[in-house]
């Protein structure tokens, strides 16, 4: 009689690496992809913690997943298509890493105040709670003549040779 030896079937199996990491590098990416285009068009600080963690993540399945499938791997650098894929993915990576290092930094204030210069009076009166006859009379108190209450500050500026902050601090003023 064979004596039967006990032996846990977790001990049995190699683990499926492949198992877990493909998931993972799925859902991550979709993760990380859907926060990156959040924080580039929308904002920043709620997502970015998030983004940066659940990439770290993504980076370490990716590192799992190459692990796991090494042999399918590396047949990828031995195929003309696949070289040139894996070398503009880098590029492009590489020119917005680049791009953003060297943009200078935006200031929110000086962004409002520019398109709030670009306004027209129409638009800019129920902001400060007036209509645009009320704004133009008050303007036309202050001495700076609107005739067309299409015009924006930037142009009544122009008009009477003045700074738009001039104009801006009549406006709220």
Partial sequence: MRRRVFRPNILMKKINIRGFSTPLIIG?????????????????????????????????????????????FKRYFSQHRAVIIIALAWLIGISLVATSAFR???????????????????????????????????????????DDPRITLEEIAEQHEVDTEVILLSVFH
């Fill in 28 to 72: 991550a990416g979709i993760f990380v992809a859907l926060t990156g285009l959040i924080m580039f068009f929308i904002t920043t600080d709620p997502f970015r913690f998030a983004h940066e963690l659940v990439g770290i993540s993504f980076a370490v399945a990716i590192v799992l997943h190459i692990f796991s499938n090494w042999r399918p």
């Fill in 104 to 146: 200078e930094p935006v200031d929110a204030e000086e962004v409002v105040v520019e398109r709030i210069e670009q306004t027209s009076i129409q638009l800019l009166a129920p902001v400060v709670g007036k209509t645009p006859e009320m704004l133009t009379r008050h303007l036309s108190d202050a001495g700076y003549s609107v």
